[in-house]
């Protein structure tokens, strides 16, 4: 369908203002934006009240000018949304997008400096309430909090990332960053529901911070956030990198009835457990890597499989380490994403425990990456630790928004599932369109390009999930 006439005018004055009464009063409007596909989003944020409990429960003390706090906060979530890495580029991407800026409720855009001032005006309390507010958006909205445990059990991943940052930045410290040789940063911890690639609870760290000593912290409030009482915890399963894997969190998490699977941290534990396995076998998925059951396990407060595994050093010895599980046969499998056959050998298992574990590295590892390329994650650096922090968590509502509107396009086309943050960022949110709002600032029909290769796809998942009469969404030529 080509675009008529009327939708080839020239974008209009946005506003005029009443001098008498002081008022400003909105103009029919038309405008292209380069994200038009986003719109749908910010329409689906205003219908679901998502930034009315932002503004009712985070108070900024900072006085208004121009725009309020919240607003200047909105504005840093659409150019996250609209991918913009640096806070620099919501000049570039957001404030020359009036028509992106309406369908989120924006009549206007802060320029940069004031939203960054805004961001380092955040105390640890507003980063608190913040923090309550992203809890009950993802109770509303989670997939992850709406788990039927009763059908299966809820995959946690916990890990930490590194986030580099300048020697001036609080809480900037030396410590473990992959890649970086004494660099200095801070640390970010996560809990992942990876069955849904929902970002259930995020805390940030100073640099020295390493997984054994935050663990159960992130497991405390992710209990918090998806209401983990004793039952729940016991269809629950905790996958957790091996830095995490200390005797006191592996019991810990036992003794609250999770069921757990990681490596052992302690290096001299593992030499222990290996050093009398004699009877190694090797695995055709790994080349060049060896398993054995354990003989002596080690005594946890649950009893735990415990399985050894090496593989050789560039030029002589071999590495070792040892998983540790309380996983069934069948979870193992499940785990596995494998059908556990009636006759289970030997072999079958230990690749499935193998492959159960290293899926890892699709889970959190994979949504770090994620957050880092697509959402620029690492990209926003303050000086300030709580302005930092409210970033993180504004980034965290835009990676789950996004996966939920994932999942729906992915009901249409299952391929979808697979698209991580940067191609819904840069290809989903990308699609280029026109907008057009009524007197009041309602849009009220959404043009989108039809020559991109997922228009028809968007298209498709609008007139069947979120259509509504007083909204039309159409393919024309742009």
């Known amino acids: 369908m080509e675009i008529g006439s009327s939708y080839k005018e020239s974008i209009k004055v946005l506003a005029k203002t009443d001098t008498q009464k002081g008022t400003t009063a909105m103009e ?10 986003l719109a749908t989003l910010g329409i689906w944020m205003n219908e679901k009240a998502i930034w009315q409990k932002i503004e009712e429960q985070v108070r900024i003390k900072q006085k208004t000018i121009k725009h309020t706090p919240h607003e200047k906060l909105k504005d840093v979530l659409i150019n996250i949304l609209a991918g913009g890495h640096g806070i620099s580029e919501i000049n570039t991407r957001v404030r020359t997008d009036k028509a992106l800026q309406l369908a989120f409720g924006r009549r206007a855009c802060a320029e940069q400096s004031v939203t960054s001032e805004t961001l380092n005006a955040c105390t640890e309390k507003n980063v608190q309430q913040m923090a309550d507010v992203t809890r009950m958006i993802y109770q509303d909205f989670g997939q992850g909090y709406g788990h039927d445990y009763e059908k299966g059990y809820l995959l946690l991943d916990v890990d930490l990332t590194g986030l580099l940052a300048g020697h001036q930045a609080e809480g900037s410290t030396k410590g473990y960053f992959s890649g970086a040789k004494n660099g200095r940063g801070r640390q970010l911890g996560r809990v992942l ?52 894997g200390t005797d006191g969190n592996i019991d810990w998490a036992l003794l609250r009835d999770y069921f757990w699977m990681s490596k052992v941290k302690n290096w001299q534990r593992t030499n222990k457990l290996v050093t009398p396995i004699t009877n190694w076998q090797s695995i055709p998925e790994l080349p060049g890597h060896e398993v054995a059951w354990v003989p002596a396990p080690h005594a946890y407060q649950r009893p735990m499989r415990q399985l050894a595994m090496r593989w050789p050093k560039p030029k002589s010895g071999w590495h070792y380490c040892v998983l540790v599980f309380n996983l069934t046969d069948e979870m193992i499998f499940e785990l596995a994403g494998q059908t556990i056959s009636k006759t289970v050998n030997e072999a079958e298992l230990l690749s499935a425990i193998l492959k159960a574990y290293n899926l890892r590295s699709g889970g959190v590892e994979t949504s770090f990456k994620n957050s880092k390329q697509g959402l620029g994650l690492n990209k926003r650096n303050k000086k300030s630790f709580h302005a930092q922090h409210m970033l993180i968590l504004l980034a965290q509502l835009a990676y789950n928004m996004t996966t939920w509107i994932r999942s729906e396009l992915a009901k249409h086309k299952p391929e979808m599932k697979h698209f991580g943050m940067l191609r819904m960022i840069r290809d989903v949110f990308s699609i280029s369109g026109k907008l057009q709002f009524d007197e009041k600032g309602k849009l009220v029909l959404i043009v989108i390009n039809q020559a991109h290769a997922l228009a028809t796809l968007f298209d498709e998942t609008w007139q069947s999930t979120f259509a509504r009469d007083d909204l039309s969404l159409i393919l024309g030529k742009i």
């Open 28 to 37: 029919q409007y038309t405008g292209f934006s380069a994200h038009a596909s």
């Open 193 to 244: 529901a990876s069955q849904y690639d929902e970002v259930v609870y995020e805390q940030l760290y100073d640099g020295k911070v390493q997984l054994e000593k935050c663990l159960t912290g992130l497991i405390k409030m992710t209990e918090n956030v998806l209401d983990l009482d004793e039952n729940r915890r016991k269809r629950t399963i905790l996958r957790v990198d091996g830095g995490g």
